[in-house]
């Protein structure tokens, strides 16, 4: 296998934009250090490409998995080593979330299947969100006794109201493809196998307008001051998921959520 083929993003320049693919589909695209850092690396290159958009995807069933609750239970048994592990994941996570808030052309997810935990961010990011009608966005963190990461505090009550944020991470709820576009975190749904077309007329569009006032439009949206907000408000989430990631009772609940996985010879989300 190339070095190309088994990387974790793939980047693909297209006439209307960039398309970043997440790759690790036997592990649902799981957020861990390699894959994250490779994506900050392939957004830093599509902006030096001066892409005129940016589509972030998935590849196989799941967009992202969000963080790989497998092995943030085999590090349970050592407090340093998952605390550290922990940092490793929601710190590259909450920079590649800026890096996507800063960047100069619109952002687009196509999202593919499922986003589950801190992988939301990816999608709370963009500015046009595309889902497949099988898609979904799930948070977990009060099964799992995470603290939420991703934006889920930080971006989602600014996107769909304070309340209803709650709501939906205290009862760990399912917000299916038609439920995102009702509460407007998706712009359009789609049967998956028409997705990247879709997302490719939508790209197009878009470069029919004017960039200098895409850019200024987007740059004005996501100033200086509304990132730093986004960053201090992502800082509390990492503090939070440090503060409670190494308790006993975590540690308990990941075993618990994984045990029937295990069973089957899975072991992840």
Not at 67 to 91: P, Q, Y
Not at 96 to 123: E, H, K, Q, R, Y
Request: glycine content about 8%; aromatic content about 6%; proline content about 6%.
């Amino acid at each position: 296998m190339s070095a190309a083929a088994a990387a974790p993003v793939h980047f693909d320049r297209r006439e209307d934009a960039v398309w970043l693919t997440l790759d690790r589909p036997g592990r649902g695209n799981a957020l861990v250090p390699e894959l994250l850092a490779a994506l900050r690396e392939r957004i830093d290159e599509a902006r030096r490409a001066e892409a005129p958009a940016l589509v972030l995807t998935g590849h196989g069933r799941a967009f992202s998995a969000g963080g790989d609750v497998a092995r943030f239970a085999e590090l349970a048994r050592d407090r340093e080593a998952l605390l550290r592990f922990a940092r490793e994941i929601v710190g590259p996570l909450n920079a590649a979330i800026l890096d996507l808030l800063a960047f100069p052309m619109p952002v687009i997810a196509a999202v593919n299947g499922p986003v589950t935990g801190g992988s939301a961010g990816l999608m709370l990011a963009a500015d046009m969100v595309v889902m497949s009608e099988d898609a979904f966005l799930q948070p977990y963190y009060a099964q799992m006794g995470f603290a939420p990461d991703g934006g889920w505090t930080a971006l989602l009550p600014g996107r769909i109201g304070t309340a209803r944020a709650l709501e939906v991470q205290y009862r760990n709820q399912r917000l299916t493809a038609s439920d995102c576009l009702r509460l407007g975190l998706a712009s359009e749904i789609c049967p998956r196998a028409e997705l990247e077309a879709r997302v490719a007329a939508l790209t197009a569009s878009l470069a029919e307008m004017d960039p200098g006032t895409l850019a200024m439009t987007r740059a004005n949206v996501w100033n200086r001051e509304r990132r730093a907000a986004a960053a201090e408000a992502l800082e509390r989430e990492l503090q939070g998921f440090l503060a409670l990631i190494a308790r006993p009772e975590t540690r308990a609940r990941m075993e618990a959520f994984l045990a029937p996985a295990m069973l089957a010879g899975e072991g992840r989300r």
